[in-house]
C-alpha cells in the first residue's frame, strides 16, 4: 500500500473500530476485542510510516479543498508521527486498562465510552498529520466534542459542572482566539500551510509576530498555559482511563504539539529568534510552570495533584518552543514523549489505588504501598522519571531544554527548572513515601479515631488491583526505563525538523 | 420554444395555481402548492445552468419591448437567488402536510396553500423583474400574502405579530415607491438598465439622492437591518412553524438581494459609495445588528424567538459584506445569503418537528428531548454548529469569506468583531443543547420522534448545510462570478 493512504487509514481506522464498538455493545466481550483490535491496527499502521519518515519521506494526502488554498490535508513530518505513534501505542495499554478499571467499577454506559474513546483516538491522529492550520483547527475542535462525553461520563451535578468549564474554556479560547490567529496568518502570509522554515518569515514585522505567536499560544487552550489552564483540573471527573490517555496523553499533548508544529512550520525556530516574538509567552510559561507545581503541593486528592503537575509539565514544552533554539524544540518534543509514558503511568496507579482500595485522597494512603507493591514501585518509577533523574526517560527532556536555554542565552530560564525539579520531588514521592514507610492506618497510635477500626479491617484486606489494570501500568513503568536507553530513536527522527536551524552545529558532535 | 418563456414560466405557473388552490380541498391544494413550488424549482436550475454558459438572459413580456413592456432580465445574481428560494420553497412545502395539518384549522388550509404559492409568486417575480415598478408590485404580493400567512398562527399572538409587520412592511413599500416615483420623474424610466444608463446624468441632484434614500431606508425596513428590525422576531415567533422558515430562509434574503440590485446595478457602486457615503451609515449599523441581536438572542426564553434575534444578527453580516464592497465582500453576503437560508430553514424545520409533538418551543420545554427525539435534536445541533460557523460546515464558509473581505480593507477590529459574535452564537446554540441533553424529560409521558415526512425535508437541509460547506463550486464561485457582475457596470 502506498503511504500517503496509511495516514488516511490512521484516521480511518479507530473510527471503524468506534463503528463496529456501537454494532457489538450488547456483547461486551466481543465489543473490547474490537476495541484492542482496533487500537492493534491503529498502532501497527502508524508504525509502518516510521521507515519512510525516517528516510527523509514526507507522505502527504489531500483529502478535500473546500476554497481555493483551503484544504484538508495530511502531510506526515517526523513531529506528528512521533505523536501518533505515542498515542496509537499506548491507547492499547489504556484499552486494556479500561477493561479492567470499567468492570472492575462496574461503570454504566461502557459502549458509550469505548465508542467515544475510538472517535477521540481518530481526532487525535488528524492533529498529529495534520497538513496545514485548518486541518490542525477541524481536528482539534472534533477532539474537543468526543471528549465532553467521556468527561461527564459520571452525569452527575458535579461531573455536569466539570464538563462545562471543559467545553467553555477549550471552545472559547478556540474559536475565540486561535481561529483569529489563523486568519491573521492567512491575512498576513497567504498560505496556513505548514513549511520547513515557516510561512512567516519576511512577512511579518515583530510586533505582529509577537502578537500573532501570544494568539497562538493562548488560542491553543489545550496547551493549558495560564490562565487558561482551569479545563484540566476539572476534566479529573473523568474515569481514570480517561484522564490517564486522554488527559495526560491525547489531549493535553494534542496541545502543546500544536504549539511545537506552529513554532517550527508557522513561525521558523530561526524567524522566531530574530524577531524575539516569544520572549513574552517563555516568561508566562516560566510562571505557569512554577506556579502550577505549587499549587499542585497543596492538593490532597492525588488526581487533581496530578492534573496539576501536568499542567506544569506541558509547560515544559511550551517554554522549550518558546526558547527558539533548535535544543529547546528538541527538549519540547522529547518531553511530549518521555512525559507521556511517564505520567499515563501515575494515572493508571491513582486508577488502579481507587479500584483496590477506593481511595482518592493522599493522606489516606498510609501503608498501602505494603499490599500494593507493584503499582506503588511503578509509581515510584514514573515519579523519577518525572523529575528526570537518570535512567529514566525524564532525564533527556529536561537535559536538553536546559541545554536549549544555555543556547537561548536565558540562564534565569535553567534555574526556574532546576527550582521546578525540586518541586516535582515535593509533590511526587510523599506518595510512594507515605505507602512503603508509614505504617497502616491500624498501627497509627493511640488517637485512633472512631470507626477507624473498620478502615483498618478494610486496609487489610486491600489486593493488588485486576491485573488489567495492574500490567499495563507495570508494562509503562518498564517503558520510562526503556526510554532512557532508546532516547535517541525519538533523537534521530527529529533530527531533520531542527536541521534547518542555525545551531546545526550542536547536532554533530 | 419552451426554454426560452422559462423567465415568466417560473413566475406565472404559481401564481396561476394560487387561486385554484382555494378551490380545492385540502390535500389537492397541497399537492398544487407541492407542484407550483418543483415546477419554479425545476425553472430555477435550467435558468442558472442557461446563465452561466450563456450570459444574462434578457426576456419581454407579451412581446413588448423594454422600455415600453415588462422586461425580466435573468443574470448570474438572480438566477442564484431563484435557485435559492425555489429549493427552500420546495423543501418546505414537502415537510409543510403534516406540519400544516397539526398547526392550522381544519378548513383553512386551501387558504394556507393559495397564501403560500402567492407569497412564492412574490419573492420570484421581485428576483426575476428588470423593472423597478413591476418589483414594487411583487413585493406587495408577497409581502401582502405573508401577512395573511402570519396571522394564521395558532396563537394569538399572531394576529398583532402580522399586525406589526404590516404597517412597518407597508411603510418600507410605500418609500420604495416613493424611491421609484422620484426615479422616474427625473429619468422618465422604469427599466432598470435604463434607470442604471441614465442616473449618472442626473445623479447630482437633490430628488436623486432623496430617492436614494427612500429605497434605502425601505428596502432596508423589508430585510429588518438594526433599528429597523422590530416586526421580524415577533412575526417569526407566532408565525406557524412553515412560515417561518419560509420567510427566515427567503424573504429577508430576496430583500438583500433588491439592496443589491439597486445599490449596485441601479445607482451603481461609485454613487452609492463614493457620492452618498452609504457604508457610514451601513457599516456601523450592520456591526450594532451583529453584537447586539446576539446578545439579545441569548435572554430568549422561545427558542423561536431566539433564532429570530439570531437571524436579526445574521443579516448584519449580510449588509456589511455589502458595505465592504469589494469583490471578497459581495461574494461573501451572496455566499451568506444562500447559506444561511439553508442553516436557518433546518434549524426553524427541526423546531417545526419539536412544535408538532409537543406544542410548544419554549426552552424548558426541550428538557430530555434529546433522547426523545434525538433525529430531531441531531439536526438542531447540526445546524446550530452551522450557524457558530465551525469548519465543515456551509457557516464556515461564509464567515472566512466575510472576514477576508474585512482584512482587505484593513479592518482588523470588524474580523475580531465577527469572531466574537460567533462565540455569541455558541452561547445561544448550547442553551438548547444543554437542556436537550443534559435536563431530564420533565413528567413521565414519552414523546416520539417526529413523522418521517417532516424529518426526511428537514435532514435534507441539514444535509446541504454539511454538502456546501465541503463543496462550495456551485455556491462560492458562482456568487463570485455575480459578485464581479455587480460591481462590474449595469446588468
Redesign the interface.
Given at each position: 500500500m502506498s503511504t500517503p493512504l496509511l495516514a488516511g487509514l490512521g484516521i480511518l481506522i479507530p473510527l471503524l473500530g468506534a463503528l463496529g464498538v456501537a454494532l457489538t455493545g450488547r456483547r461486551p466481550d466481543l465489543r473490547e476485542a474490537v476495541s484492542l483490535a482496533a487500537a492493534t491496527a491503529m498502532a501497527f499502521t502508524v508504525a509502518a510510516l516510521f521507515p519512510e519518515v525516517l528516510a527523509g519521506g514526507r507522505p502527504q494526502l489531500q483529502l478535500l479543498e473546500l476554497l481555493p488554498g483551503l484544504s484538508l490535508t495530511l502531510i506526515v513530518e517526523p513531529l506528528g508521527l512521533l505523536f501518533a505513534m505515542i498515542a496509537s501505542a499506548l491507547w492499547i495499554l489504556t484499552t486494556v486498562y479500561s477493561i479492567g478499571y470499567m468492570r472492575g467499577n462496574n461503570e454504566a454506559h461502557q459502549t458509550r465510552f469505548y465508542v467515544c474513546f475510538a472517535v477521540a483516538l481518530a481526532a487525535t491522529c488528524g492533529i498529529a498529520f495534520a497538513g496545514n492550520l485548518l486541518t490542525l483547527f477541524v481536528f482539534y475542535e472534533a477532539l474537543t466534542l468526543t471528549t465532553y462525553p467521556l468527561v461527564t461520563h459520571k452525569g452527575d451535578a458535579d461531573a455536569r459542572a466539570g464538563g462545562r468549564l471543559y467545553l467553555g474554556i477549550l471552545l472559547g479560547t478556540s474559536i475565540g482566539i486561535l481561529l483569529v490567529a489563523i486568519i491573521a496568518t492567512w491575512a498576513v502570509a497567504g498560505s496556513i500551510e505548514f513549511r520547513d522554515g515557516g510561512i512567516l518569515a519576511g512577512r511579518a514585522d515583530p510586533f505582529v509576530a509577537s502578537l500573532l505567536f501570544a494568539l497562538y499560544m493562548f488560542g491553543i487552550g489545550k496547551a493549558a498555559l495560564m490562565p487558561f489552564h482551569r479545563w484540566l483540573p476539572a476534566a479529573m471527573v473523568a474515569p481514570t482511563p480517561v484522564s490517564a490517555l486522554l488527559h495526560a496523553v491525547a489531549v493535553v499533548k494534542a496541545g502543546v504539539f500544536a504549539v511545537l508544529k506552529i513554532t517550527i512550520y508557522v513561525f521558523g525556530i530561526d524567524f522566531l529568534d530574530a524577531t524575539g516574538a516569544s520572549d513574552f509567552i517563555m516568561w508566562v510559561a516560566a510562571f505557569t510552570l512554577l506556579a502550577a507545581s505549587v499549587v499542585a503541593l497543596r492538593k490532597d486528592n492525588l488526581k487533581a495533584r496530578l492534573a496539576y503537575s501536568t499542567v506544569s509539565q506541558l509547560a515544559y514544552v511550551v517554554l522549550g518552543a518558546t526558547l527558539a533554539t533548535a535544543m529547546g524544540v528538541m527538549g519540547g518534543s522529547l518531553q511530549i514523549a518521555m512525559h507521556a509514558v511517564g505520567k499515563i503511568t501515575l494515572f493508571f496507579c491513582a486508577g488502579a489505588i481507587y479500584t483496590a482500595a477506593r481511595k482518592t485522597e493522599i493522606s489516606t494512603m498510609d501503608g498501602l504501598g505494603r499490599v500494593m507493591p507493584f503499582t506503588f514501585t511503578a509509581f515510584l518509577i514514573a515519579s523519577l522519571s518525572i523529575i528526570g533523574l537518570p535512567p529514566l526517560g525524564g532525564a533527556w527532556s529536561k537535559w536538553y531544554l536546559m541545554v536549549g536555554a544555555a543556547d537561548a542565552g536565558e540562564t534565569l530560564m535553567i534555574g526556574v527548572l532546576m527550582l521546578s525539579s525540586l518541586l516535582n520531588v515535593a509533590y511526587l514521592l510523599p506518595l510512594p513515601a507515605r505507602g512503603f514507610f508509614r505504617p497502616p492506618p491500624e498501627a497509627a497510635g493511640e488517637s485512633m479515631p472512631p470507626g477507624a477500626e473498620t478502615s483498618a479491617i478494610r486496609t487489610a484486606r486491600i489486593r493488588e488491583a485486576p491485573l488489567a489494570c495492574v500490567g499495563p501500568l507495570c508494562i509503562t513503568a518498564l517503558g520510562c526505563l526503556l526510554m532512557f536507553f532508546y532516547g535517541d530513536a525519538v533523537f534521530t527522527l527529529m533530527a531533520p525538523v531542527i536541521e534547518a536551524s542555525t545551531f546545526t552545529a550542536r547536532l554533530t558532535p | 420554444m419552451i426554454e426560452a418563456h422559462l423567465p415568466v414560466l417560473q413566475v406565472v405557473v404559481p401564481l396561476i395555481l394560487a387561486p385554484a388552490c382555494v378551490l380545492c380541498k385540502d390535500v389537492p391544494a397541497w399537492l398544487m402548492a407541492l407542484l407550483g413550488s418543483a415546477w419554479s424549482l425545476l425553472c430555477a436550475a435550467l435558468l442558472l445552468a442557461a446563465v452561466l454558459h450563456h450570459g444574462p438572459l434578457d426576456y419581454a413580456i407579451g412581446g413588448w419591448p423594454p422600455p415600453w413592456g415588462i422586461a425580466y432580465r435573468i443574470d448570474t445574481v438572480n438566477a442564484f437567488v431563484l435557485l435559492l428560494v425555489s429549493v427552500i420553497a420546495t423543501a418546505v412545502v414537502i415537510y409543510a402536510r403534516r406540519s400544516v395539518a397539526s398547526e392550522i384549522a381544519a378548513g383553512q388550509h386551501s387558504l394556507f396553500y393559495s397564501a403560500y404559492l402567492l407569497c412564492l409568486t412574490g419573492l420570484l417575480g421581485i428576483t426575476a423583474t428588470g423593472d423597478a415598478f413591476n418589483l414594487f408590485v411583487f413585493l406587495e404580493i408577497s409581502s401582502l400574502s405573508s401577512y395573511a400567512l402570519i396571522a394564521m398562527g395558532s396563537d394569538r399572538r399572531a394576529l398583532t405579530a402580522s399586525f406589526q409587520y404590516l404597517i412597518m412592511g407597508t411603510i418600507g413599500a410605500t418609500f420604495i415607491l416613493i424611491g421609484v416615483g422620484l426615479s422616474y420623474m427625473m429619468t422618465g424610466t422604469l427599466n432598470m438598465a435604463d434607470l442604471a444608463a441614465r442616473i449618472p446624468t442626473v445623479s447630482d441632484t437633490t430628488t436623486m439622492r432623496a430617492a436614494f434614500a427612500f429605497l434605502t431606508v425601505g428596502i432596508s425596513l423589508k430585510i429588518a437591518l438594526l433599528p429597523l428590525h422590530l416586526w421580524l422576531p415577533n412575526a417569526y415567533a407566532y408565525a406557524p412553524s412553515v412560515v417561518t422558515a419560509l420567510l427566515a430562509a427567503t424573504a429577508t434574503k430576496v430583500a438583500v438581494y433588491v439592496l443589491l440590485r439597486f445599490l449596485f446595478t441601479v445607482f451603481g457602486a461609485s454613487f452609492s459609495f463614493a457620492t452618498m457615503n452609504l457604508d457610514i451609515v451601513l457599516v456601523p449599523l450592520s456591526l450594532a445588528a451583529i453584537a447586539a441581536a446576539s446578545l439579545v438572542a441569548i435572554f430568549q426564553s422561545n427558542v423561536k424567538r431566539m433564532l429570530a434575534y439570531s437571524s436579526v444578527a445574521q443579516i448584519g453580516y449580510m449588509t456589511l459584506g455589502i458595505s465592504l464592497s469589494n469583490v471578497t465582500g459581495l461574494t461573501a453576503t451572496i455566499v451568506h445569503l444562500f447559506n444561511h437560508a439553508l442553516m436557518k430553514g433546518a434549524l426553524f424545520l427541526a423546531l417545526g418537528c419539536v412544535m408538532y409533538r409537543i406544542g410548544s418551543v419554549h426552552i424548558t420545554q426541550f428538557a430530555g428531548l434529546g433522547r426523545e427525539m434525538p433525529w430531531t435534536m441531531a439536526a438542531f445541533v447540526a445546524g446550530g454548529l452551522s450557524l457558530?460557523g465551525?469548519?465543515?460546515t456551509v457557516g464556515?464558509?461564509s464567515k472566512?469569506?466575510l472576514?477576508?473581505a474585512a482584512?482587505e480593507n484593513g479592518w482588523w477590529p470588524v474580523?475580531?468583531l465577527i469572531?466574537?459574535a460567533?462565540?455569541l452564537a455558541?452561547v445561544y446554540v448550547w442553551r438548547v443543547v444543554e437542556q436537550a441533553y443534559?435536563k431530564p424529560p420533565p413528567g413521565e409521558a414519552t414523546r416520539g420522534e417526529a413523522p418521517l415526512s417532516l424529518l426526511l425535508p428537514t435532514w435534507a437541509l441539514v444535509a446541504a448545510n454539511v454538502y456546501f460547506?465541503?463543496?462550495?463550486s456551485l455556491t462560492?464561485d458562482v456568487a463570485g462570478i455575480a459578485a464581479r457582475e455587480l460591481l462590474g457596470g449595469g446588468p
Amino acid at each position: 500500500m502506498s503511504t500517503p493512504l496509511l495516514a488516511g487509514l490512521g484516521i480511518l481506522i479507530p473510527l471503524l473500530g468506534a463503528l463496529g464498538v456501537a454494532l457489538t455493545g450488547r456483547r461486551p466481550d466481543l465489543r473490547e476485542a474490537v476495541s484492542l483490535a482496533a487500537a492493534t491496527a491503529m498502532a501497527f499502521t502508524v508504525a509502518a510510516l516510521f521507515p519512510e519518515v525516517l528516510a527523509g519521506g514526507r507522505p502527504q494526502l489531500q483529502l478535500l479543498e473546500l476554497l481555493p488554498g483551503l484544504s484538508l490535508t495530511l502531510i506526515v513530518e517526523p513531529l506528528g508521527l512521533l505523536f501518533a505513534m505515542i498515542a496509537s501505542a499506548l491507547w492499547i495499554l489504556t484499552t486494556v486498562y479500561s477493561i479492567g478499571y470499567m468492570r472492575g467499577n462496574n461503570e454504566a454506559h461502557q459502549t458509550r465510552f469505548y465508542v467515544c474513546f475510538a472517535v477521540a483516538l481518530a481526532a487525535t491522529c488528524g492533529i498529529a498529520f495534520a497538513g496545514n492550520l485548518l486541518t490542525l483547527f477541524v481536528f482539534y475542535e472534533a477532539l474537543t466534542l468526543t471528549t465532553y462525553p467521556l468527561v461527564t461520563h459520571k452525569g452527575d451535578a458535579d461531573a455536569r459542572a466539570g464538563g462545562r468549564l471543559y467545553l467553555g474554556i477549550l471552545l472559547g479560547t478556540s474559536i475565540g482566539i486561535l481561529l483569529v490567529a489563523i486568519i491573521a496568518t492567512w491575512a498576513v502570509a497567504g498560505s496556513i500551510e505548514f513549511r520547513d522554515g515557516g510561512i512567516l518569515a519576511g512577512r511579518a514585522d515583530p510586533f505582529v509576530a509577537s502578537l500573532l505567536f501570544a494568539l497562538y499560544m493562548f488560542g491553543i487552550g489545550k496547551a493549558a498555559l495560564m490562565p487558561f489552564h482551569r479545563w484540566l483540573p476539572a476534566a479529573m471527573v473523568a474515569p481514570t482511563p480517561v484522564s490517564a490517555l486522554l488527559h495526560a496523553v491525547a489531549v493535553v499533548k494534542a496541545g502543546v504539539f500544536a504549539v511545537l508544529k506552529i513554532t517550527i512550520y508557522v513561525f521558523g525556530i530561526d524567524f522566531l529568534d530574530a524577531t524575539g516574538a516569544s520572549d513574552f509567552i517563555m516568561w508566562v510559561a516560566a510562571f505557569t510552570l512554577l506556579a502550577a507545581s505549587v499549587v499542585a503541593l497543596r492538593k490532597d486528592n492525588l488526581k487533581a495533584r496530578l492534573a496539576y503537575s501536568t499542567v506544569s509539565q506541558l509547560a515544559y514544552v511550551v517554554l522549550g518552543a518558546t526558547l527558539a533554539t533548535a535544543m529547546g524544540v528538541m527538549g519540547g518534543s522529547l518531553q511530549i514523549a518521555m512525559h507521556a509514558v511517564g505520567k499515563i503511568t501515575l494515572f493508571f496507579c491513582a486508577g488502579a489505588i481507587y479500584t483496590a482500595a477506593r481511595k482518592t485522597e493522599i493522606s489516606t494512603m498510609d501503608g498501602l504501598g505494603r499490599v500494593m507493591p507493584f503499582t506503588f514501585t511503578a509509581f515510584l518509577i514514573a515519579s523519577l522519571s518525572i523529575i528526570g533523574l537518570p535512567p529514566l526517560g525524564g532525564a533527556w527532556s529536561k537535559w536538553y531544554l536546559m541545554v536549549g536555554a544555555a543556547d537561548a542565552g536565558e540562564t534565569l530560564m535553567i534555574g526556574v527548572l532546576m527550582l521546578s525539579s525540586l518541586l516535582n520531588v515535593a509533590y511526587l514521592l510523599p506518595l510512594p513515601a507515605r505507602g512503603f514507610f508509614r505504617p497502616p492506618p491500624e498501627a497509627a497510635g493511640e488517637s485512633m479515631p472512631p470507626g477507624a477500626e473498620t478502615s483498618a479491617i478494610r486496609t487489610a484486606r486491600i489486593r493488588e488491583a485486576p491485573l488489567a489494570c495492574v500490567g499495563p501500568l507495570c508494562i509503562t513503568a518498564l517503558g520510562c526505563l526503556l526510554m532512557f536507553f532508546y532516547g535517541d530513536a525519538v533523537f534521530t527522527l527529529m533530527a531533520p525538523v531542527i536541521e534547518a536551524s542555525t545551531f546545526t552545529a550542536r547536532l554533530t558532535p | 420554444m419552451i426554454e426560452a418563456h422559462l423567465p415568466v414560466l417560473q413566475v406565472v405557473v404559481p401564481l396561476i395555481l394560487a387561486p385554484a388552490c382555494v378551490l380545492c380541498k385540502d390535500v389537492p391544494a397541497w399537492l398544487m402548492a407541492l407542484l407550483g413550488s418543483a415546477w419554479s424549482l425545476l425553472c430555477a436550475a435550467l435558468l442558472l445552468a442557461a446563465v452561466l454558459h450563456h450570459g444574462p438572459l434578457d426576456y419581454a413580456i407579451g412581446g413588448w419591448p423594454p422600455p415600453w413592456g415588462i422586461a425580466y432580465r435573468i443574470d448570474t445574481v438572480n438566477a442564484f437567488v431563484l435557485l435559492l428560494v425555489s429549493v427552500i420553497a420546495t423543501a418546505v412545502v414537502i415537510y409543510a402536510r403534516r406540519s400544516v395539518a397539526s398547526e392550522i384549522a381544519a378548513g383553512q388550509h386551501s387558504l394556507f396553500y393559495s397564501a403560500y404559492l402567492l407569497c412564492l409568486t412574490g419573492l420570484l417575480g421581485i428576483t426575476a423583474t428588470g423593472d423597478a415598478f413591476n418589483l414594487f408590485v411583487f413585493l406587495e404580493i408577497s409581502s401582502l400574502s405573508s401577512y395573511a400567512l402570519i396571522a394564521m398562527g395558532s396563537d394569538r399572538r399572531a394576529l398583532t405579530a402580522s399586525f406589526q409587520y404590516l404597517i412597518m412592511g407597508t411603510i418600507g413599500a410605500t418609500f420604495i415607491l416613493i424611491g421609484v416615483g422620484l426615479s422616474y420623474m427625473m429619468t422618465g424610466t422604469l427599466n432598470m438598465a435604463d434607470l442604471a444608463a441614465r442616473i449618472p446624468t442626473v445623479s447630482d441632484t437633490t430628488t436623486m439622492r432623496a430617492a436614494f434614500a427612500f429605497l434605502t431606508v425601505g428596502i432596508s425596513l423589508k430585510i429588518a437591518l438594526l433599528p429597523l428590525h422590530l416586526w421580524l422576531p415577533n412575526a417569526y415567533a407566532y408565525a406557524p412553524s412553515v412560515v417561518t422558515a419560509l420567510l427566515a430562509a427567503t424573504a429577508t434574503k430576496v430583500a438583500v438581494y433588491v439592496l443589491l440590485r439597486f445599490l449596485f446595478t441601479v445607482f451603481g457602486a461609485s454613487f452609492s459609495f463614493a457620492t452618498m457615503n452609504l457604508d457610514i451609515v451601513l457599516v456601523p449599523l450592520s456591526l450594532a445588528a451583529i453584537a447586539a441581536a446576539s446578545l439579545v438572542a441569548i435572554f430568549q426564553s422561545n427558542v423561536k424567538r431566539m433564532l429570530a434575534y439570531s437571524s436579526v444578527a445574521q443579516i448584519g453580516y449580510m449588509t456589511l459584506g455589502i458595505s465592504l464592497s469589494n469583490v471578497t465582500g459581495l461574494t461573501a453576503t451572496i455566499v451568506h445569503l444562500f447559506n444561511h437560508a439553508l442553516m436557518k430553514g433546518a434549524l426553524f424545520l427541526a423546531l417545526g418537528c419539536v412544535m408538532y409533538r409537543i406544542g410548544s418551543v419554549h426552552i424548558t420545554q426541550f428538557a430530555g428531548l434529546g433522547r426523545e427525539m434525538p433525529w430531531t435534536m441531531a439536526a438542531f445541533v447540526a445546524g446550530g454548529l452551522s450557524l457558530i460557523g465551525v469548519p465543515l460546515t456551509v457557516g464556515f464558509i461564509s464567515k472566512w469569506l466575510l472576514i477576508l473581505a474585512a482584512l482587505e480593507n484593513g479592518w482588523w477590529p470588524v474580523a475580531v468583531l465577527i469572531v466574537a459574535a460567533s462565540l455569541l452564537a455558541v452561547v445561544y446554540v448550547w442553551r438548547v443543547v444543554e437542556q436537550a441533553y443534559f435536563k431530564p424529560p420533565p413528567g413521565e409521558a414519552t414523546r416520539g420522534e417526529a413523522p418521517l415526512s417532516l424529518l426526511l425535508p428537514t435532514w435534507a437541509l441539514v444535509a446541504a448545510n454539511v454538502y456546501f460547506g465541503l463543496d462550495t463550486s456551485l455556491t462560492a464561485d458562482v456568487a463570485g462570478i455575480a459578485a464581479r457582475e455587480l460591481l462590474g457596470g449595469g446588468p
